[in-house]
């Protein structure tokens, strides 16, 4: 088991490979969250003026 996480010579390479990768995994998901936050307002935003507008004709 000790081999396995040793992974020879190329330790750093294989084990920084996947702290980049859980980085970057990381980052995605709190954009998309960021994102479907942002655009969930602005359709709330939207609708809120579109009452108001059918509302005064």
Request: hydrophobic residues 45%.
């Amino acid at each position: 088991m000790a081999e396995w996480f040793d992974m020879g010579k190329h330790t750093w390479f294989v084990w920084g490979s996947y702290g980049v990768f859980a980085f970057f995994i990381v980052a995605e998901l709190l954009l998309l969250e960021r994102r479907r936050r942002t655009i969930l307002q602005r359709l709330s935003r939207t609708s809120r003026m579109n009452s108001g507008v059918n509302d005064e004709t």
